[in-house]
């Protein structure tokens, strides 16, 4: 398998030559960081300071494929200008360096180089202080700061800012795929309804003409003719006409241009209240602050699909909503009796379809969801549970 190149970013090139052309400017006028005589100045001649100006040059070019192994080489670089008369450039390429390390590097180096740079801020910051007994070598302390420490400081903002930006992007996108599901669902609930519709009006008007049209062909009467000739005819009116109407219903797209509100948990309140004069005993326990948006649509078409399979399927008895907020998660609890079913035999209050959008909801917020009986097979209730996590900062 061919290794694939990485290439430097064209920014990362811009910032090298700028780098490179900065440095030969000051390196050709004479500007240096430390005159001759400096006690730590081994390499006092000119040329010395141009090595460790092209190393860091070269690792301009690596601070965002390779912002690790540019940053140690780096360090290497900037121990040789320390030694030198020091370029200004070099200076400040090596800062970039440690800001890109902590911008683009995995999480673990920078929280490293924060830890490092401010433990060497507080070293360089004491130890001379300590050793020299003079005010002035505070500023040891203070360069170490402002060459090391706050460069990685301020990469480390500007990359909370980023991941913050990226988990809005997210939380965005799976608004958007909730809202989608629910217009699929919407689409899908229309068509079962218009399906309905058909096999109870348009079916029992067919069925009337066929029995009718039967009748007038196997009796030979005028007035038994007569008669059921009237009723096919009164069917066939009525039937187109509900015809009609379902064809005008499909044909009609004005409502999807339409705003619609994403329900969020504090529609809950109505939810129940339908669900308990439908004749279901419902009891609400919800205890939660303001939540990201795709968990409150999350939660509440949970909770009101868990109410639909038990008004069709639970037992006779009291059903208990609960939504009990964590602190990383929201925990969502509908449990109804399971065994002796209210309309349609002992099937499970949460199979079939249903059971299946629940889990394709809760998987795509990353949580956890399980659906079943508590106490048995045969018996007992019935319980969806679903855990949403909620990150810090991410609260509606």
């Not at 190393?55 to 030694?83: F, H, K």
């Not at 969801?369 to 949403?388: I, L, S």
Request: with cysteine.
């Amino acid at each position: 398998m061919p290794v694939r190149r990485l290439r430097p970013h064209r920014d990362d090139v811009r910032i090298a030559l700028a780098g490179l052309t900065g440095g030969l400017v000051l390196w050709s006028t004479g500007v240096h960081t430390r005159s001759a005589t400096d006690p730590v100045v081994l390499r006092s001649g000119p040329w010395p300071v141009l090595l460790p100006l092209a190393v860091t040059v070269a690792c301009e070019l690596l601070r965002r494929t390779r912002p690790r192994t540019a940053l140690l080489i780096g360090v290497a670089a900037m121990t040789l200008d320390s030694v030198t008369r020091g370029n200004l450039a070099t200076v400040v390429m090596f800062t970039d360096l440690v800001y890109a390390a902590v911008l683009y590097g995995p999480p673990a180096t920078a929280r490293r180089v924060l830890w490092i740079s401010g433990l060497l801020t507080v070293l360089g910051t004491v130890v001379p202080v300590a050793l020299l007994r003079e005010p002035e070598a505070l500023l040891l302390g203070v360069v170490i700061g402002v060459v090391a420490f706050m460069p990685g400081a301020t990469g480390w903002v500007v990359r909370n800012h980023r991941d913050a930006a990226e988990a809005a992007r997210l939380r965005a996108g799976q608004t958007a795929l909730l809202a989608e599901i629910d217009r699929t669902q919407a689409v899908t609930a229309e068509r079962a309804r218009m399906a309905r519709e058909l096999h109870d009006l348009v079916a029992n008007h067919l069925s009337a003409i066929a029995i009718h049209s039967t009748a007038a062909l196997s009796l030979d009467d005028p007035d038994t003719s007569k008669e059921a000739l009237g009723v096919i005819r009164e069917n066939s009116v009525e039937g187109l006409a509900e015809m009609r109407r379902l064809i005008g219903i499909l044909r009609d797209s004005s409502g999807d241009t339409e705003p619609a509100a994403a329900p969020t948990l504090d529609g809950l309140g109505p939810l129940v209240e339908h669900a308990r004069a439908n004749g279901l005993d419902v009891a609400l326990d919800r205890t939660h602050t303001a939540l990201p948006t795709p968990v409150e649509l999350a939660a509440y078409r949970i909770v009101q699909e868990s109410l639909t399979n038990a008004l069709k399927h639970a037992s006779a008895g009291r059903v208990t909503v609960s939504l009990v907020q964590r602190e990383h998660a929201l925990d969502v609890r509908v449990t109804s009796p399971f065994g002796g079913a209210r309309n349609d035999g002992p099937r499970a209050p949460g199979s079939g379809a249903g059971l299946i959008g629940m889990r394709e909801r809760v998987a795509l917020l990353q949580g956890t969801f399980e659906a079943g009986p508590e106490d048995g097979e045969d018996g007992g209730t019935w319980t969806v549970r679903a855990t949403f996590p909620i990150t810090e900062g991410d609260t509606a």
